[in-house]
């Protein structure tokens, strides 16, 4: 489960499901959210909705993963608590919930960033690009095209 702003910013949770059978991953919903707010209890009711609509089709939820926000972490706190799930099949028990692994080492990434080592990493990069005897230099050694880093979020 994953919410954020369509191309319109409008706000949207999806939810998606991983077949350990079949190895694939499948769009359960996209929810348009924007006459809601994601707070825990509504996010809960999202999630055992959507592991109820899996039940119907005979898919069994194991775990739970989302990203790392306060609201999402509550949300899987709650689901971990719930004895049963579902109205479809009431043997569901013990779903392992888990905040997104490569959400974490991003943030991470972003917490260990030092601006002034990619202001240097910019910086050489431009010299390269910029300066074509340089440039054809660094070609003709083997490098590669480079790439500026970006500020982009992983999110």
């Not at 972490?73 to 919930?97: F, S």
């Not at 080592?117 to 005897?133: A, D, E, G, P, T």
Request: glycine fraction near 4%; include cysteine; charged fraction near 25%.
């Amino acid at each position: 489960m994953d919410g954020w702003g369509n191309i319109h910013n409008e706000p949207v949770v999806c939810i998606s499901v991983y077949d350990i059978i079949e190895k694939s991953v499948f769009l359960v919903e996209t929810i348009d959210t924007q006459d809601n707010s994601h707070n825990s209890e509504y996010l809960l009711n999202l999630a055992v909705e959507a592991i109820n609509n899996c039940q119907k089709y005979d898919k069994i939820v194991r775990s739970f993963v989302t990203d790392n926000a306060a609201n999402m972490a509550k949300m899987r706190e709650e689901l971990a608590q719930i004895d049963e799930i579902g109205a479809v099949n009431n043997n569901i028990r013990d779903i392992i919930t888990y905040g997104c692994s490569a959400h974490i080492l991003n943030l991470l990434a972003h917490d260990l960033e030092v601006n002034s080592i990619k202001s240097n990493i910019k910086q050489v990069i431009k010299y390269f690009r910029n300066s074509h005897k340089v440039g054809a230099k660094y070609k003709q050694a083997g490098g590669k095209t480079l790439i500026l880093p970006s500020d982009e979020h992983f999110f």
